[in-house]
């Protein structure tokens, strides 16, 4: 009978919170979001069964000894797995089309707007009653607005550890709604002439471009912003050992391997971020309300300066690239693509629009870099 | 603490022995109906297969992932453009109108 | 000379202990088995390659600032390894022979009786003079009998692990030995006649359910035994990925790279345990002894349900496969195929006994969260 | 540290807004030049390719790698190897000269 | 104002020092012989791009809390890292040519004489004013002589962790360099007849003798120089794993995958040692310096033993294949069969160089086990 | 502790010079001894090849591993079943006998 006691008292029934379900539930959201609507599953299934894991009662998986907080400490407190995932970004990433026509680098810097807007619509919010988001909550959440993870993640772990699961779900699911959220935005700021503008083929770019690059953005970086240099500094070293061609076995393992592992590991970490205290408060509906408008307003943002690029240029510039300027690689610039052959079938922008769409990635990494100096 | 005896061991371990395969078997038995519930479950409501598929939702959901699906989708868009690109440089190979 | 000195004092020669020297035989012992005999290479190999690092005087392997200290502390003491190898695992598993014949879940059911009976055979050898078995030690001891390693060592690692050197090479052993230990028992009882019973085919199971059932076996657990939780959990999680098809790309990883690394590690990291103090006692001849006795009982018990079951089924089975149901995926189905083509040459059983295979290591996984709930 | 009043802080979300953004703009317009200042200087020292490639360097740049390029270079030469010695044998299959 | 003023003071420019400028080229350099110069890129270029990110002022790469700061902990302050790779590097040898020939091990033994006679040099050079070697820097300076880059970061990591940067450079560069090294001191120490010997084929090595060779070297390491087994035993473990033929999925992980991460973190963490005050020293050209002599040195002996050898040998012996002695695997072997095929187009030495070539492997790593033993 | 001088380290480095040459030669000589023991040693006890290997042991050895093997052996093995189950489906597509 005392057996059959303590094994009533060791199931999770009597233990459970409300709070925990509620959690769980929303652990049972993204499972279903990644598998089901495969919204950015590589994140969000392992945020998911995180979620699930570190609410279940007594198990203790994110308590001293369990397997999510040594995860989390020894990957995300450090920064260690979003610089990796970093690297191996950059160990994909191709600017070739960046390279070909630089100055699609304004619309990855004009549609960072999303992010500086949204810190300030965050502060704005401090007005209602309830919330009260410190200058380095705002900025963690604003950095939603880069749409981009891995920044997303390292910004919130530096300056905002409480909100980084909300912020993590909200960049994620956001990334994963690009479709949905950018195109109405890019069509209410554009006529119909403007997107069927065709855009000239661009040139081909050499080898040691693509191999000086890496090293001119880095000095650049180390030069005027080395706040910015641990995201930019491991983007970098990724993309380098691509271009450079001497170390394919390294930059393979980078990209493919070694990303997965850190993968699988910083969703799980993130997940356990996703406790009731942290989670169920009125913070996280701002942090999505927030995450939405910064979207939008980066997506708004980027297509407004590709609209001003083109008056000043003697080249055609289809407006509709600068959406592709929020990064969300390389959701946008397919986006970018569709809603322009919408407008014209015979035009393919999506390799314009790659300039702006890894110009983006580059563009939140610098505004991470600027906030971490300006209020970390 | 003192060590219990042998005997309080031994009804220790058996009560052990009766509790724990009493709880496996419950618990595999209750994972037997869920198994049979579901197959129940997916018979009843089956996949609205080409319908949700079809929907425009599907194209970015194949793409979705930022930090690691890139190389591939990446590769993939820059096939599609490139097949693009190449054709539009033959029609004449005239210079880009400016 | 001088030097010579020193020199003669740093070999090896001068402090080698007789039981050092025998560790390192137990060593070379493990490789035998691991290469000559393919006995579970995988993990034996480096098992005994451990044991004979461990063992070497002056080398301090195993010591504070020692290579095999820093892997166990790490993968080991805190769990990680062997939840990390469960979830490749759990990558690598297909349940749909289960899902298409549930009712094979009371074999894997059955076959934990070997655990439990050898729980109590392990106290009543404390009557005989020298064995001193806790409690915690009986548990880990007969977790042997679940036939399954990452389990076995994720339990020894938590309720006693100064034993768990000799319970995990028990285990793989006895994992090794299925194929000499099953058959005597499964003909001795049973009828040729149903040893040659035909079963049916197995229904085709949708991706649906298999991606389901995952969360069905993790919501089950966490309701009702949350000390199962991190193993069920991440074997879970392994699962999901696989099935899911959403992330093949890390469901790869983690059932190849990431479980080969962790493999590695995690063998030399049992081997750094095979010291002469914790090995070269009387308590590991009865942890040897009792290994087997639990084996034996495990595939027993699984035979005698799977005839019960068959006696009140309206569909043909085969009590062979209830043999399968002490895990050690995939060799225990292996051998029931091979016994049931003795008896019949065109009968083939694999199918039907990869369903309680894999229950069985659904069954130990949590009759090992029962035993951390209990005695933990 | 007492909290700073929403009009405070506002003032310094909104010089936040300004100097983050002319930031941005700025880093990424150098980033702008930069980029066609490489493509000039690309441009104006071409690649000595044929030339710097066919110096004798190259053959054990190509190998370089003690630590992790073993195993395919040591195939490559293994294969070579082999290829002389199978030969070798070959040629009347006589014992190796004493 | 105030902003653009903490904004500037953010920026690195009002904070550089002069030698983190230097160090900076020094980093570029690194790169462009990496990829430029292809000298041994694999670790050449993440050493550089480590050396640059950590002399950015600011950006705390190497301070508690830095990124490069935990990778250096974990892994090379351990000792975990060189071990990784050694293990991995064995998977990756071949013995054939050693086995089918053992008095090459002689070459190999011969060749480590650069190691001890640059030890002597460095104890020596404290007789010039600005230099003041203790006996631990100047064995972990001699073994650069080891031309075996893991080697080198291991003992420098335990005996002269702040010349650590410095001699791994100068291992991997005189190691890149060996082409231009090796060939005027073989051809000064031969005759034209001597380099046209051509030598009998080589046996064929069984499997079996294969499998006992790693096992026969670490027993003879365990007994007579147990501060050799980290090295030679993960050494053996990698090979042991590749020659069984039972653990291939072990084996071609620790030679791909595994080894692939490791040398991006060791490379990075190598990198980070290379600040200005442990960098810009007159040590750092003693160091140099005495690497080139050890190169050399190395190569006259394996030559002249080679010669010696061949004197009492009844089979001839090419003199060249003593200069792949020094290890700096493979690429001491090509350059030896280049250089014969100079004398001889139809000489092909590889296979006999090859012999030699991972003697010196072993050699190195048990010289330094010696050192560890006599100076440690 | 004082540095010894220039003269008294020299001599340390010397002694270090003659007995780690010496361990070195040692070492590498006693392993071409052991090396030419094993190929004696093999040549003597040859590998019973085909007999070991046709015992029935190997089947269960070539799958032993539970915790990695189990991909490929699981696939294997379903194709075996799959196989036969096909065939046996084949044979006249009969209901199965109840
Ligand atoms: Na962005
Ligand atoms: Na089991
Ligand atoms: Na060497």
Not at chain 1, 51 to 64: D, Q, R
Request: net charge neutral; glycine share 10%.
């Amino acid at each position: 009978m005392e057996k059959l006691q303590i094994l009533w008292q060791s199931t999770a029934i009597p233990h459970f919170e409300m709070g925990q379900i509620i959690m769980m539930l929303v652990g049972f959201g993204l499972l279903y979001l990644a598998i089901v609507k495969k919204f950015e599953p590589l994140l969000l299934l392992p945020i998911g069964f995180g979620a699930l894991l570190t609410n279940i009662p007594l198990a203790g998986f994110s308590e001293v000894g369990g397997l999510l907080h040594y995860i989390y400490y020894v990957g995300v407190d450090t920064g260690i797995f979003p610089l990796l995932i970093f690297m191996g970004v950059g160990a994909m990433t191709d600017f070739g089309a960046l390279i070909a026509n630089p100055r699609t680098l304004l619309l990855g810097a004009a549609a960072q707007f999303g992010i500086f807007a949204t810190l300030f619509g965050a502060i704005a919010l401090n007005a209602v009653p309830g919330f009260e988001f410190s200058l380095q909550d705002a900025a963690a959440i604003a950095i939603i607005g880069g749409a981009d993870g891995p920044t997303a993640i390292f910004l919130a772990s530096k300056l905002a550890p409480e909100l980084l699961g909300a912020i993590a779900v909200a960049a994620y699911s956001y990334m994963a709604l690009v479709p949905i959220i950018q195109p109405p935005i890019m069509k209410a700021l554009t006529t119909p002439e403007e997107r069927e503008i065709k855009m000239n083929q661009l040139r081909v770019v050499s080898k040691r471009e693509k191999i000086i690059f890496p090293l001119a953005v880095l000095f650049l970086t180390i030069l005027v912003l080395p706040s910015a240099t641990p995201l930019v500094g491991m983007f970098c070293l990724g993309n380098l050992m691509k271009e450079s061609g001497v170390v394919d076995r390294l930059s393979n393992t980078a990209q493919n391997e070694l990303i997965n592992i850190v993968t699988i590991f910083l969703g799980l970490a993130v997940g356990s971020k996703l406790s009731s205290e942290a989670f169920l408060t009125v913070e996280t509906l701002g942090i999505l309300g927030l995450g939405a408008v910064a979207f939008s307003i980066g997506t708004a943002a980027g297509v407004i300066m590709a609209k001003i690029l083109g008056k000043f240029s003697k080249e055609p510039i289809n407006p509709l690239i600068g959406a592709a300027g929020v990064s969300a690689v390389p959701m946008a610039a397919r986006v970018v693509n569709k809603v322009g052959l919408e407008a014209n079938p015979h035009n393919f922008l999506l390799m314009h629009a790659m300039g702006p769409n890894v110009a983006g990635v580059l563009g939140s990494a610098v505004a991470a870099g600027i906030l971490l100096a300006l209020v970390g | 603490m003192n060590t219990p005896s042998i005997s309080e061991q031994l009804l220790e371990a058996g009560s052990l022995l009766v509790v724990g395969m009493s709880s496996v078997f419950i618990f595999l038995s209750v994972l037997i109906v869920s198994v049979k519930l579901i197959a129940k479950f997916v018979e009843a409501f089956p996949e609205p297969a080409a319908t949700t598929y079809a929907t425009p939702r599907r194209a970015p959901a194949a793409s979705a992932n930022h930090s690691a699906n890139h190389a591939v989708t990446n590769q993939q868009d820059v096939i599609t453009a490139i097949t693009h690109a190449v054709s539009a440089y033959r029609q004449g190979n005239q210079p880009p109108s400016k």
